[in-house]
C-alpha cells in the first residue's frame, strides 16, 4: 500500500519564478492538506482541498494556490517566488470516515529552495 | 500568533530514563492534542493523540497528560529508547475537519 507521495524532492529556483508541487494521497483517502515547513519552525498550514475544492485556507497569501483532482492527488503552485518561500512543502492525507483521531500521512516533503 | 507553543527548542535525556516534552496551547475552541515524531529526510508520523474530554492516554510507552485548566499538555515517553531520538511537535485540532495547527518542535537526544 503506496503512502504518500509527493514530487519533486528538491528544487531550485529564482525569485519571480514560479513553482508547482504534486501530491498522490495515500490509498483510500480523499482529503490532502498542504503544510510549509521554514527551517527551525513546525509546519503550517496552507491550505486543505476535499472533493476538488478548497475547504479551508490558512494565513498564506494568493500567490499560494492548489488543486485537485477526481483521483484525489493535489498541486500545490506558488507564483512571483520570494526569498522566503524557501521551506520543505509537506503534503498530508486523511480520509477515514470513523472517529476523528487527528492522524495525518505525510509525504517525504519537497525542499524549494529560492535564490 | 502562535497558538501552539513548545517553549523547549531540545532536549537531552539518558537511555532508559523518562523523557518528558511539554506543549502549552492558546486557543480554547481545541478539541483534540497531538503528538507527531519526525526524522531527518522523512514527513512528520503521527504519535499519539488526546481529546479534551480525557487527562491521560497511554500507548505503550507514550503517554500524554492534559491539563484544560492550564492549557497544558506534556507526552511522557518511558523508557527512552535511541531510536526515540527526533523532533517531536506538538499539535492541536478543533476537530471538524483535519486542520493540525502544530508548535515549533522539541529536538530530543538520547544518550547513551
Known amino acids: 500500500d503506496a503512502g504518500v507521495t509527493q514530487s519533486p524532492t528538491h528544487l531550485i529556483k529564482t525569485r519571480g519564478q514560479q513553482v508547482t508541487l504534486r501530491c498522490s494521497p495515500k490509498?483510500?483517502?480523499?482529503?490532502v492538506s498542504w503544510y510549509q515547513q521554514a527551517l527551525g519552525q513546525g509546519p503550517q498550514f496552507i491550505f486543505q482541498?476535499?472533493?476538488?475544492?478548497?475547504?479551508q485556507r490558512g494565513n498564506f497569501p494568493d500567490r499560494f494556490s492548489g488543486h485537485q483532482f477526481p483521483n484525489y492527488s493535489s498541486e500545490l503552485n506558488v507564483n512571483a517566488l520570494l526569498l522566503g518561500d524557501s521551506a520543505l512543502y509537506l503534503c498530508?492525507?486523511?480520509?477515514?470516515?470513523?472517529?476523528?483521531?487527528?492522524?495525518?500521512?505525510f509525504g517525504e516533503g519537497s525542499r524549494l529552495t529560492v535564490l | 500568533d502562535q497558538q501552539v507553543k513548545q517553549n523547549s527548542p531540545s532536549l537531552s535525556v539518558q537511555e532508559g530514563r523518562i523523557s518528558i516534552l511539554n506543549c502549552d496551547y492558546t486557543?480554547?475552541?481545541?478539541?483534540?492534542f497531538l503528538w507527531y515524531k519526525k526524522y531527518p529526510a522523512e514527513g512528520p508520523t503521527f504519535l499519539i493523540s488526546?481529546?479534551?474530554?480525557?487527562d491521560k492516554n497511554e500507548d505503550g510507552r507514550f503517554t500524554v497528560f492534559l491539563n484544560k485548566s492550564a492549557k497544558h499538555l506534556s507526552l511522557h515517553i518511558v523508557p527512552s529508547q535511541p531510536g526515540d531520538s527526533a523532533v517531536y511537535f506538538c499539535?492541536?485540532?478543533?476537530?471538524?475537519?483535519?486542520?493540525?495547527?502544530f508548535g515549533k518542535g522539541t529536538r530530543l537526544h538520547i544518550l547513551p
Open positions: 490509498s483510500g483517502h480523499d482529503t
Open positions: 486557543n480554547s475552541m481545541f478539541d483534540y
Open positions: 482541498y476535499y472533493e476538488e475544492e478548497e475547504r
Open positions: 499539535a492541536a485540532s478543533d476537530g471538524r475537519d483535519d486542520k493540525i495547527i
Open positions: 488526546i481529546s479534551s474530554i480525557k
Open positions: 498530508a492525507s486523511s480520509g477515514d470516515r470513523g472517529p476523528f483521531t487527528g492522524e495525518l500521512f
